[in-house]
């Protein structure tokens, strides 16, 4: 199975910055079309899509977060990346990464090839 850890999430005044980062244990890392999801409070069923980066490096993100967060990669050390800026009270919630599919269209979360990992919460507040 698929190994997730996330770090670096924590407590930020709107308007502050975090970067997030997620260890991929999957030798085929540098193949994979990478995700971060979030979790909001009291969503317990939902998960929001906000990054995706392929392994060409090409990015997509949701509305709600483009123009203030960055995902990016690095294949040397099986890591993703979410540099947050510009951040609001709405973006607190608890961020995961984890490997998805794509058809063209739409994209899923690969749980096929192993569990969410524990997710870093992300809480943002005066």
Known sequence: ??????SGGGLVQPGGSLRLSCVVSRSTFSLNTMGWYRRAPGKQRERELVATIGPD???DYADSVRGRFTISRDNT???VYLQ???L???DTATYYCIEVGY???LYWPRTDLG??????????SS
């Open 103 to 105: 058809t063209g269209t």
């Open 1 to 6: 199975q698929v190994r997730l850890v996330e």
């Open 77 to 79: 050390k099986n890591t």
């Open 88 to 90: 609001k009270p709405m």
């Open 84 to 86: 947050m800026n510009s």
């Open 115 to 124: 569990p969410w990992g524990q997710g870093t919460q992300v809480t943002v």
């Open 57 to 59: 490096g090409s990015t």
